[in-house]
């Protein structure tokens, strides 16, 4: 599933760029000012992660507090 | 507070810098590469965390050894576990990166890809070693032994054999890796940070295994 927006991705960015003299680079792609959405994209999903491991180590923190409280 | 967190923060930092910045900086042109070079940021540090992490694993190893101790082994066996989960995305972006520009999923001709096929194949060994042990010194100490053993042969294969022979990866075939012709200045500005972010960010990943198997120890006492 991934791997087909990829090469849809992929494929436009291309699409977009064949014009290009030299190696063809996403010079359209970033023209249009939109690689800031994808770059938003990528860095809520990685901050979202982030937000799931700070979730995860606090869900530590209580067990060990409780462990830590019984065995005394 | 910030004492103890001071590196999941850089990581995080870090991190987040180069998926920005990774996408927006100035790529050499080149044929071929076209864009994928900015892989370079993100599949490359990829496999700096997983031989972080396993180096981080071979000495809890030879801490498990020298001390008999079964808490090292079990942090030699976190570490591993930890590097094992960045060697399967870093297997994987490896191979989609090399469809778009070598041409194939997989070559049989690239010394790097087979040796890393082998290593994984190597520490997915010494998981089952050490779960088929039920004596808990003498698992520590066999586990120990292989994973020492594991890593020798990991740098074998994916440091040592790719320089000695022809290769498709930059810095391989005798030539020192990352150059003035694989990287310029540009590139090191995010990838260094990169590598960084992403060496910490497998220490917190570790640090979370360790306080896992701490309760589980605990529980089962």
Same mark, same amino acid.
């Given at each position: 599933?991934?791997?087909?927006?990829?090469?849809?991705?992929?494929?436009?960015?291309?699409?977009?760029?064949?014009?290009?003299?030299?190696?063809?680079?996403?010079?359209?792609?970033?023209?249009?000012?939109?690689?800031?959405?994808?770059?938003?994209?990528?860095?809520?999903?990685?901050?979202?992660?982030?937000?799931?491991?700070?979730?995860?180590?606090?869900?530590?923190?209580?067990?060990?507090?409780?462990?830590?409280?019984?065995?005394? | 507070?910030?004492?103890?967190?001071?590196?999941?923060?850089?990581?995080?930092?870090?991190?987040?810098?180069?998926?920005?910045?990774?996408?927006?900086?100035?790529?050499?042109?080149?044929?071929?590469?076209?864009?994928?070079?900015?892989?370079?940021?993100?599949? $490359?540090?990829?496999? !700096? @965390?997983?031989?972080? #992490?396993?180096?981080?694993? %071979? /000495?809890?190893?030879?801490?498990?050894? *020298?001390?008999?101790?079964?808490?090292?082994?079990?942090?030699?066996?976190?570490?591993?576990?930890?590097?094992?989960?960045?060697?399967?995305?870093?297997?994987?972006?490896?191979?989609?990166?090399?469809?778009?520009?070598?041409?194939?999923?997989?070559?049989?001709?690239?010394?790097?890809?087979?040796?890393?096929?082998?290593?994984?194949?190597?520490?997915?060994?010494?998981?089952?070693?050490?779960?088929?042990?039920?004596?808990?010194?003498?698992?520590?100490?066999?586990?120990? $032994?292989?994973?020492? !053993? @594991?890593?020798?042969? #990991?740098?074998?294969?994916? %440091? /040592?054999?790719?320089?000695?022979?022809? *290769?498709?990866?930059?810095?391989?075939?005798?030539?020192?890796?990352?150059?003035?012709?694989?990287?310029?200045?540009?590139?090191?500005?995010?990838?260094?940070?990169?590598?960084?972010?992403?060496?910490?960010?497998?220490?917190?990943?570790?640090?979370?295994?360790?306080?896992?198997?701490?309760?589980?120890?605990?529980?089962?006492?």
């Amino acid at each position: 599933m991934n791997r087909n927006i990829a090469i849809v991705l992929l494929s436009l960015i291309g699409f977009m760029a064949k014009a290009q003299e030299g190696p063809q680079m996403a010079d359209t792609f970033r023209e249009n000012g939109k690689i800031y959405v994808v770059i938003s994209v990528i860095a809520i999903i990685f901050l979202a992660l982030v937000v799931f491991l700070v979730y995860l180590e606090r869900k530590l923190n209580k067990l060990e507090k409780q462990f830590k409280n019984k065995s005394h | 507070m910030i004492k103890k967190h001071w590196y999941k923060i850089t990581a995080v930092l870090l991190i987040l810098y180069t998926l920005v910045w990774g996408l927006l900086n100035r790529v050499p042109r080149l044929d071929i590469l076209n864009e994928t070079i900015r892989n370079v940021y993100y599949h $490359v540090p990829i496999w !700096f @965390a997983m031989l972080f #992490m396993m180096t981080v694993s %071979m /000495i809890h190893s030879i801490q498990s050894l *020298s001390k008999n101790s079964v808490k090292h082994d079990t942090k030699a066996y976190n570490a591993a576990v930890v590097g094992f989960f960045f060697s399967i995305p870093g297997l994987t972006t490896g191979s989609f990166w090399a469809k778009y520009t070598w041409g194939t999923w997989w070559t049989f001709q690239d010394p790097k890809l087979n040796g890393v096929a082998i290593s994984i194949l190597i520490y997915l060994a010494y998981f089952i070693l050490r779960a088929s042990i039920d004596d808990e010194l003498k698992k520590a100490r066999i586990a120990a $032994v292989y994973n020492i !053993f @594991a890593y020798v042969m #990991m740098n074998v294969f994916i %440091m /040592i054999l790719p320089r000695l022979t022809d *290769s498709l990866h930059p810095g391989n075939g005798g030539n020192p890796a990352f150059s003035k012709y694989d990287l310029n200045d540009a590139m090191r500005f995010v990838f260094y940070p990169a590598v960084i972010g992403w060496v910490l960010m497998s220490y917190w990943l570790f640090q979370i295994k360790n306080r896992i198997s701490e309760l589980n120890e605990l529980y089962h006492e």
